[in-house]
């Protein structure tokens, strides 16, 4: 028995006068041919919709397809919300040009299950129909339908129905339903005036819900309307979700703008008029493909024309795959994951004339133009070709291609998911090592930071080459130079301090096992500058006095300080003076005990506290300020956080 939740939709495909739309009159009860040309012709022009109830009374969607060749483009719009197929082949014709070109569009389209109704049984001998039924299991050998059931029948006189009906339910028994969860996307069928209501658009959610109350961007376009009513199947819904039949009632939003071939979501407005795929060519194709085919694309309910341009060859062969990039003639509301069939006129192929020769996937959408050959684009897209069967995978893929660590709210547009289901992905991901949480609420990929390590560590290695008597790197001056997000940048360096590739050195990062190239002259006198700085405690030289003194040029004096500074021997408190850690600390106690006699002191204070001139009092109080020991408040100074904490104060 199918299951009541079940979401599934049914389709018809097949020739022209094969009989799909009388058996949907005998499924459904419902006349799905409701144009005055396709009642006069005979034959279906337009999709239709018709509810199906199914053995357990529940209700599910049939879409009528057009099965003549001037309307296969409707065919191929419609098959895109088609998880069940109906096969139908007539017994009196057996298989003909569109039941081939039916099947490779839903092959294309990623449908994989359904039956085969074999029809008109009431005008053919037992012989026939028994001839047409081999036939047609020769025929799906090797499709999807090929362990299809095979049903003949009658919609004139109902003969063989209960085994269709039968062989019906299994078939949507085993069918994936619809997932309800991401962001809500419909493609529209079509939208229609009723008098009294307004607008009304209706088509198949491909996923997501939506509520009355919503608001939905339409894209291309980008105008934003609220859902004021709903219909699934026909009666009246507060809850519309992916794999039914939904119609809408907008409002906010011009009618004329509501066309087929349109979007109605929740989440970006990307409207790319550019996306790559990886493109599948049927196997009668008769001849490779060449670079820049100009075919018809359908996507969704749209069909626009494009230019087929090869990512990884000239051209493709008969049956063979590659990455392409697709450059339409006009913007769509195109989304990663969708499938797409091209048409195209081949030479060789039905003398001319524009037919299906292949179909896949989008995998990224561009608003730049791709060249050919280049590997680190064809690993991108395999990688997100991969990914692309699971949510989990595909969110992965996602936070590993962003240049900065992402929040769930900030992964729903690339992810097309809600932000509870990014967080609880994040969740898992993180729990399985494949993320990290490098700040509150905020994730990185594991291969993310592995990446920003090694930029890293060649801007470290390129810093050693440039300035061999330098120790290392300031790590401010790291992050700057990697150009890197601050907490991924920080990640990275706890992972290569972690790992031993780096090593902190005073004030600066250094690659491991790079020493200092410094000659015994320059080792001597380094020594006699820190001695000096030590010796001159509160009070030392400038550079400029330092290189009187020692009779060295000015230059070499600074080189040597800034050695100083990075082993962490000395600390530079503005461009000018440099000083001895130990009697910066020793002013250190100094501000402490000031401020146990008082919450603030002023310059003045400070400076006769430590028994020198504003020269080296105030380079010490900005400093001060920069480590959070003192917090300027005007012309006098408060305790910061590190002095509180020294000080045992809240």
């Known amino acids: 028995m199918s299951e009541p939740g079940k979401r599934v939709m049914l389709g018809t495909a097949g020739h022209v006068d094969h009989g799909k739309t009388a058996l949907v009159r005998l499924l459904t009860g419902c006349e799905t041919d409701t144009l005055a040309a396709e009642k006069q012709r005979g034959l279906t022009i337009e999709l239709g919709f018709a509810p199906c109830r199914m053995a357990n009374e529940r209700i599910l969607g049939v879409v009528d397809v057009p099965g003549h060749v001037d309307f296969i483009r409707n065919m191929a719009t419609g098959a895109h919300g088609i998880d069940v197929v109906i096969l139908v082949v007539a017994a009196d014709d057996g298989i003909m040009p569109q039941t081939r070109e039916h099947v490779d569009i839903l092959t294309l389209m990623g449908v994989r299950g359904g039956l085969v109704a074999v029809t008109k049984i009431d005008m053919v001998e037992p012989e026939m129909k028994e001839i047409v039924v081999e036939e047609v299991g020769e025929f799906v050998r090797g499709t999807f339908l090929e362990a299809a059931a095979i049903c003949p029948i009658s919609s004139i006189t109902g003969e063989g129905f209960d085994g269709f009906f039968t062989a019906l339910n299994a078939a949507v028994d085993a069918a994936e339903p619809h997932d309800p969860g991401g962001l809500f996307r419909m493609w529209i069928e079509r939208s229609f005036h009723v ?153 060789g192929l039905a003398a001319g004339r524009v037919t299906t020769i292949g179909g896949g996937r989008i995998l990224g959408l561009s608003d730049r133009r791709l060249r050919r ?197 000395v600390l530079r408190l503005d461009p000018k003076v440099a000083m001895h850690r130990d009697a910066v600390a020793a002013a250190e106690k100094v501000v402490v005990g000031l401020f146990r006699e008082a919450n603030s002191f002023e310059t003045v204070r400070f400076r006769d506290a430590l028994g020198v001139s504003r020269k080296f009092a105030v380079p010490l109080l900005d400093y001060f300020d920069t480590v959070k020991l003192t917090v300027r408040a005007g012309s006098r100074r408060r305790p910061g956080a590190r002095a509180k904490e020294l000080l045992g104060r809240a």
């Not at 996306?275 to 490779?288: C, F, I, N, Q, T």
């Not at 547009?413 to 399985?432: F, M, V």
């Open 195 to 347: 008098k009294g209501f307004g607008t009304v658009v209706s088509g198949i959610p491909v996923s997501g819900s939506v509520v009355i109350g919503d608001r939905l961007r339409l894209l291309p376009g980008g105008p934003v309307g609220r859902v004021r009513g709903m219909e699934v199947y026909g009666s009246e819904a507060d809850v519309g979700q992916a794999g039914e039949c939904v119609a809408m009632n907008l409002a906010d939003i011009d009618a004329a703008e509501l066309t087929r071939g349109k979007v109605l979501c929740e989440g970006p407005s990307d409207t790319p008029s550019m996306v790559e795929a990886e493109l599948k060519l049927l196997d009668h194709v008769p001849r490779p493909v060449p670079d820049y085919l100009e075919a018809h694309v359908y996507i969704g309910t749209a069909e626009v024309m494009a230019n087929v341009a090869m990512l990884e060859t000239s051209q493709l062969a008969p049956g063979e795959s590659g990455f392409v990039q697709l450059r339409m003639r006009q913007p769509l509301g195109a989304a990663v994951g969708e499938r797409f069939v091209i048409r195209a006129s081949v030479a």
């Open 373 to 569: 050959r280049r590997p680190w684009t064809i690993e991108l897209l395999a990688k997100r070709r991969d990914a692309l069967g699971s949510r989990r995978a595909w969110c992965a893929q996602c936070l590993e291609e962003s240049p900065a660590p992402l929040a769930p709210a900030e992964l729903t547009g690339p992810a097309g998911l809600k932000e509870a289901e990014c967080r609880q992905i994040l969740a898992l991901l993180a729990a399985d090592g494949l993320a990290v949480e490098v700040e509150p609420g905020r994730f990185a990929h594991r291969e993310s930071i592995a990446r920003a390590a090694r930029t890293l560590r060649e801007a470290v290695e390129a810093f050693h080459d440039a300035n061999p008597m330098r120790l290392g790197i300031e790590a401010a001056a790291l992050r700057a130079e990697a150009d890197l997000p601050a907490s991924l940048a920080d990640e990275a360096l706890r992972s290569l301090l972690a790992d031993g590739a780096l090593a902190e050195h005073g004030t600066v990062l250094a690659a491991a096992g790079r020493a200092t190239e410094i000659s015994p002259e320059d080792r001597r006198l380094f020594e006699q500058i820190e001695a000096t700085l030590r010796e001159a405690r509160l009070e030392p030289p400038l550079p400029a006095v330092l290189a009187e003194t020692l009779a060295q040029p000015l230059e070499r004096i600074n080189d040597m300080i800034r050695m100083l500074v990075d082993g962490g021997s």
